[in-house]
């Protein structure tokens, strides 16, 4: 009963089962408010008595009242969250001047145990400035002028980023006409690599511009995010595309690439032991080489299939290091099909090595880092093979 006691001063608004990405209000800027002399450290705490409430604009003085107000509400969550945490911490047996978010969320699952699967619904305790949203700053100064040129559209900050991205489209188009112009050949298109990420949905969109949007503005807005990032040099503004999408929750996590190791010349390799279906490779790729491809001996035409060759190369193709790496492969089993696809997927995990972590990501998706586990069905008794029936006649 006692633990029941000290969980009661828990701050009410803060546990709860949403989550929501917001900040607190912003600061106002001195030179529109006249501040009194006890402001706060982190300038948030307004004395309309003290201002010059005669260059104040009613529109102002109300926007001042309504910032004042949610700022003290605030400042009274945030010392109820303090309290809590400190409770949590003295339960917990560890220091509270050292206890971070982390802790908090450990020690709710510990204090708390849910079997709920939505993890939303489970009880939880953030931070003021998670819970509650942020607030616009003043939009116009003390004689009711708007400071944003768009102020009269009624959502400036959406056809701000409109605009830029307009700009940052022709930007884009100079730097390869810039690059065309000069004849360098050498340097190629650099496409922003998008794969296991998608936009942010329009509530998120609402978060980061502060303001409502409708649906077919949310449309456009990603339709224009998509068109810019098909541009051939995309890439160069990958940082501000990525602020707009966010990693798929089901991505599968690449696994751990081993290190390159060196022979005697210096030179790097790596090797990789696989199998399909009865068929097992033994592969060894080699850096700073030439193309070369040995397959027990033999060059590619060990294979005698065009399709069994292509499922070779399509990996040092598809990675971009056909002709710089050699590749030395020995496999033994029944069945052509088999034995390339063992050393195409050898060739692959191997070849990981030697890429960054993006080819890595697109070789995944491409299939070129998985096992394929399928193998012949066997023939079943009473019937002429693995699915095939005999032929039933009635006479």
């Known amino acids: 009963m006692a633990v029941l006691r000290e969980l009661v ?13 917001f900040l607190s209000a912003p600061l106002f800027q001195n030179g529109f408010l006249k501040l009194n002399e006890s402001v706060s450290k982190d300038g948030h705490a307004l004395d309309l008595e003290q201002s010059d409430t005669k260059k104040i604009s009613k529109a102002m003085k109300s926007y001042m009242e309504r910032a004042k107000i949610h700022d003290n509400f ?5 010392h109820e969250y303090n309290i809590g945490k400190r409770h949590l911490a003295n339960m917990m047996g560890k220091d509270p001047e050292f206890f971070t978010q982390a802790d908090v969320d450990e020690a709710i699952r510990y204090l708390f145990p849910s079997g709920l699967f939505d993890p939303r619904a489970r009880p939880m305790m953030k931070h ?7 607030r616009k700053a003043a939009e116009f100064d003390v004689n ?7 102020f009269y ?22 730097h390869e006409d810039k690059i065309i112009s000069r004849g360098i050949q050498d340097q190629k298109p650099t496409e922003l690599f998008l794969f296991g990420s998608e936009w942010i949905p329009k509530q998120k969109v609402e978060n980061v511009l502060l303001e409502t949007l409708t649906d077919a503005q949310y449309e456009n807005l990603i339709k224009t995010f998509e068109r810019f990032s098909q541009h051939p040099y995309s ?9 707009f999408r966010r990693q798929l929750a089901a991505q599968v996590e690449i696994q751990q690439v081993p290190e390159l190791m060196r022979d005697e ?23 700073q080489g030439t193309g070369v491809i040995s397959i027990n001996g033999n060059d590619i035409h060990f294979f005698q299939r065009e399709q069994d060759k292509k499922q070779i190369i399509f990996p040092l193709q598809f990675s971009d290091m056909l002709g710089k790496v050699d590749v030395v492969a020995t496999v033994d089993g029944c069945g052509t099909s088999a034995q390339s696809g063992a050393i195409r997927l050898g060739i692959s995990m191997c070849l990981r090595s030697f890429v960054n972590a993006e080819t890595i990501e697109r070789m995944r998706l491409a299939g070129l880092l998985s096992f394929d586990p399928r193998t012949r ?9 693995a699915r095939e029936k005999f032929t039933w006649k009635k006479r």
């Open 265 to 287: 010349s210096g030179r790097p390799y790596m090797t990789y032991n696989t199998r399909r279906k009865t068929s097992n490779a033994a592969v060894k790729v080699i850096g």
């Open 235 to 243: 890439a160069l503004e990958k940082d501000f595309i990525m602020q």
């Open 377 to 385: 069905e066997r023939k079943k008794p009473g019937q002429a093979g």
């Open 128 to 134: 003021p400035d998670e819970i509650y949203p942020k």
């Open 9 to 21: 001063v828990f701050p009410s608004k803060c546990l709860r089962g949403v989550r929501s990405y």
């Open 74 to 78: 605030i400042k009274q969550q945030l």
């Open 153 to 174: 559209t009624s959502k400036p900050n959406y056809y701000t980023l409109m605009h830029d991205l307009a700009v940052k489209f022709k930007q884009l188009d100079r």
């Open 144 to 150: 009711g002028r708007p400071y944003h040129s768009l």
